[in-house]
């Protein structure tokens, strides 16, 4: 299973920007996604998780400001980030947990994305 991060980059305090991880894999079906962030000085923060059938959580930081959401069909699960601070500048990385067909039997999977970076500055 694999999983592709995009849609990071450079953007003025108060911009928007949506991140995009697709997970890919063989007969995949995801639980849950999470996308955490990683601070200049390695400080990790959980910013915001979807279960499947759940309700989303968000740290308090981003309340209000960040909606995570998902694309069943394609395996996608979205992050639009509003109201940007430049103390969301980090590295963010999503999450994903649940099974992939393995022969005639499905496996539990837990994978990391590659970070996408967000940089908020005038």
């Known amino acids: 299973v694999q999983l592709q991060a995009s849609g990071g980059g450079l953007v003025q305090p108060g911009g928007s920007l949506r991140l995009s991880c697709e997970v890919s894999?063989?007969?995949?079906?995801?639980?849950?996604v999470t996308w955490n962030r990683e601070f200049p000085g390695e400080q990790r923060e959980l910013v915001a998780t979807?279960?499947?059938?759940?309700?989303?959580n968000y740290a308090e930081s981003v309340k209000g400001r960040f909606t995570i959401s998902t694309d069943s069909a394609r395996n996608t699960v979205y992050l639009q980030m509003n109201s940007l601070k430049p103390e969301d500048t980090a590295v963010y990385y999503c999450?994903?947990?649940?099974?992939?067909?393995?022969?005639?039997?499905?496996?539990?999977?837990?994978?990391w994305g590659p970070g996408t970076q967000v940089t908020v500055s005038s």
């Open positions: 894999g063989r007969e995949v079906a995801i639980n849950s």
């Open positions: 999450v994903a947990e649940g099974r992939y067909r393995f022969g005639s039997d499905y496996r539990p999977f837990h994978s």
């Open positions: 979807i279960r499947s059938g759940g309700s989303p």
